[in-house]
């Protein structure tokens, strides 16, 4: 079942869109406009969310977190929109995708022109923290960059470990959500400690929600991911289950690697007999496991520092309802 | 003729090279080689010669601005990394494309890593005087992806006006010039009418190269441009020289656009016969002209300015060399 948005998160989006769209309006009319389409089809705002929890939860009032929000917002949303060109994905949430629809070097613009749009609504805030922000941000850019291409390269390999694939999954999910969960504390001046909590949160909680993300990718239905069934293991994604699958060595593990190395096309059927054998090889049940041992780390993290109380068990429920999308 | 790069040149590229490779030895393994191996076709470093002199231009030591000329140089480096995708080029100063020779993902990956470095390059000198250099790079780059916007859409449409075509190459060649002949004066906290004073010198330069290019583009030889002969009108590319031939209306116009709407392939004696009819209207010469008097509007904007005469020189001598390139 889809689970209701958390009152945390249709706020967050509330709050921010108004400044998401005013900066999103600085740009020319047709990088605007391609930004504005995909920035319509509504992602959850968890990003945003973290970003202004971060701030109220070293006292700061809400607005000063506005302009981390929307640009770790922007950064997210320029990712998507270059890394459903890469992986050639022709449709999000039940749309075509920007590629899909107005080509490759309309996506390629949209998407530079957001990355150079979240620097931008940092450095217009003008203070010292705001350029640690900037800071910060553009090394999760970096981390992200380095994710995707791991990514990628890992679709070309039959094996990929699962040290590696947990590498990969902390640049391409973890280093944005770390600097979400810690921009508002970072543009709020909060000391060093503080914002490692926060970061250190944000960073597990990325984990965990690529490992259920992962799962969704397997064993999710459509009407939740906004993807055909099965399309990881169609497109031969060596995610997180697959990885522990594969070194799992048994008998499913084994011929789920035989498996991987064919071409496809593949009927349903095909496809369900490969999610079994991610199963069998013990792929799902040490996903969910991992998943639910990240999210504790992660709660860890900032229980122990000096934040808001109240807020803290805001960002618990916002994590755990993250993580809880597949039940 | 291909005449030797000035003093200035060489000096720019041996000064700031061992900048531009610290930063490019920052990023993730994949996006570091692949940067690497484009900039190794080494570009002629005129954006980092500008922002050296900019530097001592007021007066500044140089190393103040070397910064500055890095993050420059990356700009314009992801740019050309992305638009050769976009644009299809397969070869570039006669080496394959980054993305031709290991794929579109890993050329828009690539990209978008040195755009974020650039930033990074910047911010890490934690100077206020930074964070304004930082703000007007990412506005220039905003100005060049529109640029490539306007180009990109320019290829779909029958007839492009000179004045559109003209603001076109403001953004996508004029912007990061401007950029890059005031960086290391906004570096160097420079009065804002100094700063005025060489982003102005930047632009009209830039108009300037960008028309020679487009000179370039249809008569200039594969040795000097290291493209094929005629390469902009076989992509029937509405270059300012085309445009400015479009908008004459006599015979050789009105044949012009009749040919510009057939879909080739094209003959040597097609691509010759085409670059005729755009001088026949008046287009080669009008472009030539042009490039003379925006030079000379670059020249007057720095010569009234309070700059040091002796680098007023070099910059001069720099921006004729530019211009001269097809002579």
Sequence with gaps: MTLALPTTLLRARSVIEPALYAAVDRLDP??????????????????????LLSGRAVGADETLAVPGAVAVELVHNFSLVHDDLMDGDVERRHRPTVWALHGAAAAILCGDAMLALATQVLLDVGTLDAIEAARQLAAATQELIRGQHADLDFEGRRYVGVDECLAMAAGKTGALLACSAAVGAVLAGAPRATVRALSTYGAELGLAFQLVDDLLGIWGDSATTGKPVGSDLRARKKSLPVAFALAEGGPASAELMRWLATAGPDSDADIARAANLVEAAGGRAWAAEEATRRLALAESAIAGADLDPDVVDELVSLGRFVVARES
Aim: charged share 25%.
């Design 30 to 51: 047709q990088s605007r406009d391609l930004a504005r389409y995909h920035l319509e089809c509504g992602g959850k705002a968890v990003r945003p969310a973290l970003a």
